[in-house]
C-alpha cells in the first residue's frame, strides 16, 4: 500500500522544538539493566548521532538504574530503553515526578503493553483477534500435569511458551508436544514469574508501525526468517531475515491490518510510536500477537524501514518523535 502525502503531512505539521534546539537539553536513555541492555545502547547510540546531526543539544545516558539523579540535567528525554525496567512504565513514573517530558507511550499504556497477558485480555475485550491463550501468574505453584491437560483442551499443539515480560523473543520455544511442555516453562520461567502459553498460528508474519500525535499507520512489513522462526537469532544476525516493505498483500488488506493495527495502538493508550506485530494465517485470518511501545531504533530496526518506505528518513523521524513529547497533554 502506498503511503498517502495526507498522512505524511500530518506527521511533520508540529514541530515544536525545531526552532529551540540550543535551548533545551535533550537526554538519550538508553542501556538499562534488562536482559536486551545491549540492545537498547545500540538503540540509543543512533538516535544520539541522528540528534546532534540535527543540531539538538543532547547528552547520551547509559543508566545503569542507580543513580536518578542524572535525569534532574535534561529538559527532555528521548527514551531509549528495552524491556524490564524501562520500557514497562518504570522509568516514566521517575521522569513523572521529576516533571520532565518523554518520548512514547506513558505509565499505564507502557505497563499494559510489556505485559503479553494483561494486553492479551484487552484485546479480546476490544474484540481485537489474538491467538487463544493460558497464563501461569505470580506466585502460583507449576501443576505441569494441570498446564498440560489445559493446553490439550484448549490449545492443542504446537504452543509457544514465553515470558510474559519480555521482549526480543528472550526465553521463548515453540513446544510440538507435551513432552516438550515442562522444558519451555522452565526456560521461560528464568526470565519471568509470569508466563503466557499461547497457540501457535502458521502464517505470515507481518508488523505495522504506528507514528503520531493523531496515529496513522506506516507501510506493513512482511518478516521472512529463513529459520522460519523469528527468534533472537534471527532479529539480530545480518541476512538470516528477509524484510519485505510494502509488504507483497493487497490493497484492501493492508487497510484492514493497519486499521487493526491502530485500534490495537488506541485500545491501550498508546502515545508517539509504536509497533503491532501480527500473524496472517493461511486462512487470510488476521492476529494481532503484541505491541511494543519502544521498539528497535537502530537505522536497520523495523520501525525505521517502515518510515523510510513512508518517505521519511532516520533522522527525520528521530526528530518526529521527539517532538511528539513536546506535544504530549
Same mark, same amino acid.
Given at each position: 500500500?502506498?503511503?498517502?502525502?495526507?498522512e505524511?503531512a500530518?506527521?511533520?505539521?508540529?514541530?515544536p522544538l525545531?526552532g529551540?534546539?540550543?535551548?533545551?537539553k535533550v537526554g538519550?536513555?538508553?542501556?538499562?539493566?534488562?536482559?536486551?541492555?545491549?540492545?537498547?545502547?545500540? !538503540? &540509543? *547510540? #543512533?538516535i544520539?548521532s541522528?540528534?546532534?546531526?540535527?543540531?539538538y543539544?543532547?547528552d547520551f545516558?547509559d =543508566? /545503569?538504574?542507580?543513580?536518578?539523579?542524572?535525569?534532574?540535567?535534561?529538559?527532555i528525554?528521548f527514551l531509549a530503553l528495552h524491556?524490564?525496567?524501562g520500557?514497562?512504565g518504570?522509568v516514566q513514573?521517575?521522569l513523572?515526578?521529576?516533571?520532565?517530558p518523554? !518520548? &512514547? *507511550? #506513558?505509565?499505564?499504556?507502557?505497563?499494559?503493553?510489556?505485559?503479553?497477558?494483561?494486553?492479551?485480555?484487552? =484485546? /479480546?475485550?476490544e474484540?481485537?483477534?489474538?491467538?487463544?491463550?493460558i497464563?501461569?501468574d505470580?506466585?502460583?505453584?507449576?501443576?505441569?500435569?494441570g498446564?498440560?491437560?489445559?493446553?490439550?483442551?484448549?490449545l492443542?499443539?504446537?504452543?509457544v511458551?514465553?515470558?510474559?515480560?519480555?521482549?526480543?523473543t528472550i526465553?521463548?520455544t515453540i513446544?510440538e508436544?507435551?513432552?516438550?511442555?515442562?522444558?519451555?516453562?522452565?526456560f521461560?520461567?528464568?526470565?519471568?514469574?509470569?508466563i503466557l502459553?499461547?497457540?501457535?498460528?502458521?502464517?505470515?508474519?507481518?508488523?505495522?508501525?504506528?507514528?503520531?500525535?493523531n496515529?496513522?499507520?506506516?507501510?506493513?512489513?512482511?518478516?521472512?526468517?529463513?529459520s522460519?522462526f523469528y527468534?533472537?537469532?534471527?532479529?539480530?544476525?545480518s541476512?538470516?531475515t528477509e524484510y519485505?516493505?510494502p509488504a507483497r498483500?493487497s490493497?484492501d488488506?493492508s487497510?484492514k491490518?493497519q486499521?487493526?493495527s491502530?485500534k490495537t495502538?488506541?485500545?491501550l493508550?498508546?502515545?508517539?510510536i509504536?509497533?503491532?506485530?501480527?500473524?496472517?494465517?493461511?486462512?487470510?485470518e488476521?492476529f494481532v500477537?503484541?505491541?511494543?511501545t519502544?521498539?528497535?531504533?537502530?537505522?536497520?530496526?523495523?520501525?525505521p524501514?517502515?518510515?523510510?518506505?513512508?518517505?521519511?528518513d532516520?533522522?527525520k523521524?528521530v526528530?518526529?518523535?521527539l517532538n511528539?513529547?513536546a506535544?504530549?497533554?
Amino acid at each position: 500500500m502506498d503511503f498517502k502525502k495526507n498522512e505524511l503531512a500530518k506527521l511533520f505539521k508540529d514541530m515544536p522544538l525545531s526552532g529551540k534546539k540550543k535551548d533545551v537539553k535533550v537526554g538519550v536513555i538508553c542501556g538499562g539493566i534488562s536482559s536486551e541492555r545491549e540492545i537498547s545502547l545500540k !538503540t &540509543g *547510540s #543512533g538516535i544520539y548521532s541522528a540528534l546532534i546531526e540535527l543540531g539538538y543539544n543532547t547528552d547520551f545516558i547509559d =543508566f /545503569k538504574g542507580d543513580d536518578i539523579s542524572v535525569f534532574k540535567n535534561i529538559d527532555i528525554a528521548f527514551l531509549a530503553l528495552h524491556g524490564k525496567y524501562g520500557e514497562d512504565g518504570t522509568v516514566q513514573g521517575v521522569l513523572e515526578l521529576f516533571k520532565i517530558p518523554y !518520548t &512514547g *507511550s #506513558g505509565i499505564l499504556a507502557s505497563s499494559l503493553a510489556i505485559d503479553k497477558i494483561y494486553s492479551k485480555k484487552i =484485546f /479480546k475485550l476490544e474484540g481485537i483477534n489474538t491467538p487463544d491463550y493460558i497464563s501461569i501468574d505470580n506466585g502460583k505453584v507449576i501443576e505441569i500435569k494441570g498446564i498440560i491437560k489445559s493446553v490439550n483442551d484448549k490449545l492443542g499443539y504446537p504452543v509457544v511458551v514465553k515470558p510474559a515480560r519480555e521482549g526480543s523473543t528472550i526465553g521463548i520455544t515453540i513446544a510440538e508436544n507435551e513432552s516438550e511442555i515442562e522444558s519451555a516453562i522452565n526456560f521461560a520461567r528464568i526470565y519471568d514469574s509470569r508466563i503466557l502459553i499461547e497457540k501457535y498460528i502458521k502464517g505470515r508474519q507481518l508488523t505495522t508501525s504506528i507514528l503520531g500525535e493523531n496515529p496513522v499507520a506506516l507501510p506493513i512489513i512482511e518478516v521472512i526468517p529463513k529459520s522460519g522462526f523469528y527468534d533472537f537469532k534471527s532479529k539480530y544476525t545480518s541476512g538470516l531475515t528477509e524484510y519485505i516493505v510494502p509488504a507483497r498483500i493487497s490493497n484492501d488488506l493492508s487497510l484492514k491490518i493497519q486499521d487493526i493495527s491502530l485500534k490495537t495502538h488506541q485500545s491501550l493508550g498508546c502515545y508517539g510510536i509504536s509497533r503491532v506485530d501480527l500473524i496472517l494465517d493461511e486462512n487470510g485470518e488476521i492476529f494481532v500477537l503484541e505491541i511494543n511501545t519502544m521498539p528497535g531504533m537502530t537505522e536497520t530496526s523495523l520501525v525505521p524501514k517502515a518510515a523510510a518506505a513512508a518517505g521519511i528518513d532516520f533522522k527525520k523521524l528521530v526528530e518526529i518523535i521527539l517532538n511528539l513529547s513536546a506535544l504530549k497533554q
